[in-house]
T-cell receptor, first 109, second 114 residues
């Protein structure tokens, strides 16, 4: 089955800094790569996703880049704010979704 | 729309008991799935369904059964609860074809098995 590795497991930044989270996957046939944000005690929510035929996608302060050759994709958050503090999960789809282990992002005011 | 609903919110079971976690969605989504979330392990897929009458196993199916008799409902059954099944369970539904697209998660069920 698909193997998804997510790094780092924890990330601490100052407000206004950028944050980058990276995921690697094993199955080269995977074709859909979403990112979810989960605040404490709440359900995961989609923040951005990318399909395999696209290299980069941006939505305001959030971007995702995909390198299919190297089988990795990354979440980039610019101008971080305290409300960005949450757990972020990457996921990889090939028939079904496989999630990474999560990154706890803390943004200090 | 209520979206994805799950009942109960909290449940405590004794080892060996059985129970059913309910999940329903009112968005007419074909694709539904069940995940469990444990600390440090992300979300792991238990079972999923691409439409009424069709179910398949995910990453961690042992100890769980599902059925999908209608588009709206996707219950998860624990046959004989074990302490290892203590977890938070999320149901999700997806509009996209074959599950590609935004997963709408329910509020979760926190299950403790003693």
């Amino acid at each position: 089955g698909e193997n998804v590795e997510q790094h780092p497991s924890t990330l601490s930044v100052q407000e206004g800094d950028s944050a980058v989270i990276k995921c690697t996957y094993s199955d080269s046939a995977s074709n859909y790569f979403p990112w979810y944000k989960q605040e404490l005690g709440k359900r995961p929510q989609l923040i951005i996703d990318i399909r395999s035929n696209v290299g980069e996608k941006k939505d305001q302060r959030i971007a995702v880049t995909l390198n299919k050759t190297a089988k990795h994709f990354s979440l980039h958050i610019t101008e971080t704010q305290p409300e960005d503090s949450a757990v972020y999960f990457c996921a990889v789809y090939y028939g079904k979704l496989t999630f990474g282990q999560g990154t706890i992002l803390t943004v200090h005011p | 729309n209520a979206g994805v609903t799950q009942t109960p919110k909290f449940q405590v079971l004794k080892t060996g008991q059985s129970m059913t976690l309910q999940c329903a969605q009112d968005m007419n989504h074909e694709y539904m799935s069940w995940y469990r979330q444990d600390p440090g392990m992300g979300l792991r897929l238990i079972h999923y369904s691409v439409g009424a009458g069709i179910t398949d196993q995910g990453e961690v199916p042992n100890g769980y059964n599902v059925s999908r008799s209608t588009t709206e409902d996707f219950p998860l059954r624990l046959l004989s609860a074990a302490p290892s099944q203590t977890s938070v369970y999320f149901c999700a539904s997806t509009q996209g074809w074959q599950g590609i697209g935004e997963q709408y998660f329910g509020p979760g069920t926190r299950l403790t098995v003693t």
